[in-house]
């Protein structure tokens, strides 16, 4: 059984910055790919910023320049750097691990979410 938890959500004025992390547990052997999404009420889901294993990243338009993705390989945990924070950016952010290798089988994980407030 694979598991993301995922830490340091909260409350911030606009302006501010958060870092939030996501770690994966289980048996696991690879994981191809980490990244963060967020939903904010009444939206879709979107992509935030996404890194694979070679360290490759992809970021949403809104929040290049803003927010810097990491990860750890041997650690299983991704990371995001949120600096500027703006109102807009409230929104409960996902972490997501796709590819993820236990035994024979490939398969991809979501966290249960931490909520990111910023207050203007």
């Known amino acids: 059984q694979v598991q993301l938890v995922e830490s340091g959500g909260g409350l911030v004025q606009a302006g501010g910055s958060l870092r939030l992390s996501c770690a994966a547990s289980?048996?696991?052997?690879?994981?191809?790919?980490m990244a963060w999404y967020r939903q904010a009420p009444g939206k879709q889901r979107e992509l935030v910023a996404a890194?694979?294993?070679?360290?490759?990243?992809n970021y949403a338009d809104s929040v290049k320049g803003r927010f810097t993705i990491s990860r750890d390989n041997a650690k299983n945990t991704v990371h995001v750097q949120m600096n500027s924070l703006k109102p807009e950016d409230t929104a409960v952010y996902y972490c997501?691990?796709?590819?993820?290798?236990?035994?024979?089988?490939?398969?991809?994980?979501w966290g249960q979410g931490t909520l990111v407030t910023v207050s203007s």
């Open positions: 289980g048996n696991i052997f690879s994981i191809n790919a």
């Open positions: 997501a691990a796709q590819g993820v290798v236990v035994g024979y089988t490939v398969s991809d994980y």
């Open positions: 890194i694979n294993s070679g360290g490759s990243t």
